[in-house]
């Protein structure tokens, strides 16, 4: 199914701060247009779980172009509450997290 939506980040791997402040390790965040939809699971083979889907209440606080990958932190004001992203390290490479793509995405 293609979307009208537009892809601003991708950012994997990362750890989120969900509006209830539970902090989800290990997952990957689809910044869009108009909204984020962040996945987690997929370690030793089990299938992502979509954690979190809104759409922005404004505009979304990114980090620069340039700026440090290990820095990288996005603040989403959403309509479900206020998202915290921040980049961490390593490559994701162990986790089924890697196979989503943009257009698999869905609210």
């Known amino acids: 199914m293609e979307t009208d939506w537009k892809l601003i980040h991708d950012i994997f791997p990362c750890e989120v701060v969900l509006p209830n402040n539970t902090v989800a390790r290990r997952c990957r965040a689809f910044i869009f247009d108009d909204g984020v939809v962040v996945y987690g699971g997929?370690?030793?083979?089990?299938?992502?779980?979509?954690?979190?889907?809104?759409?922005?209440?404004?505009?979304?606080?990114?980090?620069?172009r340039g700026t440090s990958r290990l820095r990288w932190r996005a603040t989403i004001?959403?309509?479900?509450?206020?998202?915290?992203?921040?980049?961490?390290?390593?490559?994701?490479?162990h986790s089924r997290l890697t196979q989503l793509i943009p257009a698999d995405v869905r609210w």
């Not at 299938?47 to 980090?63: G, I, Q, S, T």
């Not at 509450?81 to 490479?93: A, D, H, K, M, W």
């Open 42 to 64: 997929g370690e030793h083979g089990a299938e992502p779980v979509k954690l979190f889907a809104a759409r922005h209440r404004d505009e979304p606080d990114l980090p620069r």
């Open 77 to 93: 004001r959403s309509t479900e509450g206020v998202l915290q992203i921040n980049r961490t390290g390593g490559c994701g490479c």
